[in-house]
C-alpha cells in the first residue's frame, strides 16, 4: 500500500512538473543555426540584412531563409522551430 501512495505522489508531482513548463510565455526565439542563405530584418519597413548566430527575433523582428537555405530558432523556453528554404518567421507574442 506504501508502494502505491508513493507512486500516486511521484506521478501528481511528475504531472504538475510539466504542466509548469507549458506556463512559460514565449517572448522571443534567437537565430541558432544558420545554411546558406538567411536575413534578418528588424522592422517590418527595414531591409533585411545576412543574419547572425544569436540575431534575437521579437516584436517586428523577422528571419528570412532564401532558396536551399535553413534556420534554427531557439526560444526563450529552450523549445526550436526549423525554418526550411523560402520561409518567413516573424515573432508577434501577443498573437499566439
Same mark, same amino acid.
Given at each position: 500500500m506504501k508502494v502505491i501512495w508513493s507512486a500516486i505522489a511521484v506521478g501528481m508531482g511528475l504531472a504538475s512538473a510539466t504542466t509548469g513548463f507549458g506556463q512559460l510565455s514565449l517572448q522571443s526565439a534567437k537565430v541558432s543555426e544558420i545554411q546558406q542563405s538567411v536575413t534578418?530584418?528588424?522592422?517590418?519597413?527595414?531591409? &533585411?540584412? &545576412?543574419? %547572425?548566430? $544569436?540575431?534575437?527575433?521579437? /516584436? /517586428?523582428?523577422?528571419?528570412? @531563409? $532564401?532558396? %536551399?537555405?535553413?534556420?534554427?530558432? @531557439?526560444?526563450?523556453?529552450?523549445?526550436?522551430?526549423?525554418?526550411? &528554404?523560402?520561409?518567413?518567421? =516573424?515573432?508577434? &507574442?501577443? =498573437?499566439?
Open positions: 534578418y530584418r528588424e522592422a517590418s519597413h527595414a531591409a &533585411p540584412r &545576412p543574419a %547572425k548566430v $544569436g540575431d534575437e527575433i521579437r /516584436d /517586428d523582428r523577422a528571419i528570412l @531563409t $532564401g532558396a %536551399k537555405s535553413r534556420a534554427e530558432l @531557439t526560444f526563450n523556453d529552450h523549445s526550436i522551430a526549423r525554418l526550411g &528554404p523560402n520561409s518567413q518567421f =516573424s515573432f508577434h &507574442p501577443a =498573437s499566439r
